[in-house]
């Protein structure tokens, strides 16, 4: 499986401000995934990154509130933009297995976000 | 479409008790069922997989089968330890021949005390 850390593993943030959230993995991938998790609640997918396409978001996330970027197979970062309280959440990615374990999801250690 | 439904928590066990935290699915076709594991502090780790009917997924003294009849993948131990204490989340993709969006359960807390 591969390795995934991410930055910062917390932080704390006025409203309206934005944050950068960076994921590094191990090894080469094509598809990325940035999920959120709010407080005591399950993971919502919120978009999709390939590399050298734009992202694939999901119902009810835009563009312009969490930008994502993926120059490289190892390497993607989501901006949480003006941020407010209602997006203090745990934010994760994720990556596909590899070979015939394409099917499973692992994690980074996810971002803890508080915006006050 | 797709969805996991799981037992609500918290689950509060004696340590050395025998855990079941129960899921069922919906899905077409024959999907790849997962448990999930978080731990306070920490990002999703995965626990244990199946990927076929009758399969049986386990790791860590965990099990789960995959019962397509029930459409269930309840998990189970037969003898928790406080270090068990996490979130287990339940999940499908639905089929194992590459990455589909996978699907996630609300999460099932579970307290273990000495």
């Known amino acids: 499986s591969a390795v995934i850390s991410q930055k910062p593993s917390r932080d704390i943030c006025q409203r309206g401000t934005s944050l950068t959230i960076q994921c590094q993995v191990d090894?080469?991938?094509?598809?990325m995934f940035w999920y959120r998790q709010q407080p005591g609640q399950s993971l919502t997918l919120i978009a999709t990154?390939?590399?050298?396409?734009?992202?694939?978001?999901e119902s009810g996330f835009v563009i312009d509130k969490f930008p994502i970027s993926r120059p490289n197979l190892t390497f993607s970062t989501l901006t949480v933009s003006n941020m407010s309280p209602e997006d203090s959440s745990i934010y994760l990615c994720?990556?596909?297995?590899?070979?015939?374990?394409?099917?499973?999801?692992?994690f980074g250690p996810g971002t803890r976000l508080t915006v006050l | 479409g797709n969805s996991v439904t799981q037992m609500e928590g918290p689950v509060t066990l004696s340590e050395e008790a025998f855990l079941t935290i129960n899921c069922t699915y919906t899905?077409?076709?024959?999907?790849?069922l997962f448990w999930y594991v978080q731990y306070p502090g920490e990002g999703l780790q995965l626990l244990l997989k199946?990927?076929?009917?009758?399969d049986k997924g386990s790791n860590k003294g965990f099990e789960a089968t995959y019962r397509k009849e029930t459409t269930s993948f309840h998990l189970e131990k037969g003898s928790v330890q406080v270090s068990d204490s996490a979130v287990y989340f339940c999940?499908?993709?639905?089929?194992?021949?590459?990455?589909?969006?996978?699907?996630f359960g609300t999460g099932t807390k579970l307290q273990v005390i000495p």
């Open positions: 994720s990556v596909p297995g590899l070979a015939a374990s394409t099917d499973t999801q692992y």
């Open positions: 090894s080469q991938v094509t598809m």
């Open positions: 990154a390939n590399q050298g396409s734009e992202a694939t978001y």
């Open positions: 899905a077409t076709g024959y999907p790849s």
């Open positions: 199946a990927t076929k009917a009758d």
């Open positions: 999940a499908l993709s639905p089929y194992s021949g590459g990455y589909q969006k996978v699907t």
